[in-house]
C-alpha cells in the first residue's frame, strides 16, 4: 500500500538527516517541507519571516504541504511548527504514517547551539534565552506531536544512520 512517511518533531530532532537516510533505506523520495516553502516563495524562512511575518509563513507551510500530499511512497520532513493548524494535522493523518523524532530540551539546545544551518536561517521566535524559548515553545507542541504520532522514535542518543535503522525495522511490523 502506497503511503507517505512524514516526520514531525522540534527543530534540531533529526528531520531531515533522519529522512534522507530512510528514503535510502525505503526507497521512498524525500521532500522537506521548509525547502518546498523556500523554493516557492524565493526566499530563505529568516527572510520570509522577517519580511512577512509567521502568519503568513504558516499559511505557506499549509500550501505546501497540500501539494506534497498528493503524492506517495515519500518520505516529508516537516517543519517544527507545522503541527500547530489543525488543518495540518488533518492532512497529515489523510495520506501518512506520522513518526515523531523527539528529543530532550537539554539536547536541542545543544544542537541549535551548534548547527549553523539553523543559526543562519531559522528565525527565533522569542528574545528570551534560548533554552527558555525551546522549553516553552516545546511544552505547547508536545501535545500535538503526541496526539499524531504513529510512531515515536527517541533521537537524544542515537545517530541518525541508527535512529533511520530503528524506523525501518518497526515499519517492518507496522501495517501501514
Given at each position: 500500500?502506497?503511503?507517505?512517511?512524514?516526520?514531525?518533531?522540534?527543530?534540531?530532532?533529526?528531520?531531515?538527516?533522519?529522512?534522507?537516510?530512510?528514503?535510502?533505506?525505503?526507497?521512498?523520495?524525500?521532500?522537506?517541507?521548509?525547502?518546498?516553502?523556500?523554493?516557492?516563495?524565493?526566499?530563505?524562512?529568516?527572510?520570509?519571516?522577517?519580511?512577512?511575518?509567521?502568519?503568513?509563513?504558516?499559511?505557506?507551510?499549509?500550501?505546501?504541504?497540500?501539494?506534497?500530499?498528493?503524492?506517495?511512497?515519500?518520505?516529508?520532513?516537516?517543519?517544527?511548527?507545522?503541527?500547530?493548524?489543525?488543518e495540518n494535522r488533518a492532512l497529515m493523518k489523510t495520506n501518512g504514517f506520522v513518526?515523531w523524532l523527539a528529543a530532550d530540551v537539554t539536547t536541542i539546545v545543544q544542537r541549535?547551539?551548534?548547527?549553523?544551518?539553523?543559526?543562519?536561517?531559522?528565525?527565533?521566535?522569542?528574545?528570551?534565552?534560548?533554552?527558555?524559548?525551546?522549553?516553552?515553545?516545546?511544552?505547547?507542541?508536545?501535545?500535538?506531536?503526541?496526539?499524531?504520532?504513529?510512531?515515536?522514535?527517541?533521537?537524544?542518543?542515537?545517530?541518525?544512520q541508527h535512529i533511520a535503522e530503528i524506523i525501518k525495522r518497526r515499519l517492518d511490523?507496522?501495517?501501514?
Open positions: 500500500m502506497p503511503c507517505n512517511l512524514i516526520l514531525i518533531g522540534y527543530r534540531c530532532c533529526g528531520k531531515t538527516s533522519v529522512g534522507k537516510l530512510l528514503t535510502d533505506l525505503l526507497n521512498y523520495d524525500f521532500v522537506d517541507t521548509d525547502i518546498c516553502i523556500e523554493s516557492n516563495c524565493r526566499s530563505s524562512i529568516d527572510v520570509l519571516v522577517a519580511d512577512k511575518g509567521w502568519a503568513y509563513f504558516r499559511q505557506k507551510e499549509t500550501q505546501v504541504l497540500e501539494q506534497v500530499l498528493q503524492g506517495n511512497n515519500q518520505v516529508i520532513a516537516t517543519g517544527g511548527g507545522m503541527v500547530l493548524a489543525p513518526i541549535l547551539e551548534t548547527d549553523p544551518q539553523t543559526q543562519a536561517t531559522r528565525p527565533r521566535f522569542t528574545s528570551r534565552s534560548l533554552t527558555d524559548e525551546t522549553r516553552d515553545t516545546l511544552a505547547q507542541r508536545i501535545p500535538f506531536y503526541k496526539k499524531l504520532a504513529d510512531m515515536t522514535v527517541d533521537t537524544t542518543v542515537h545517530p541518525p511490523h507496522v501495517r501501514i
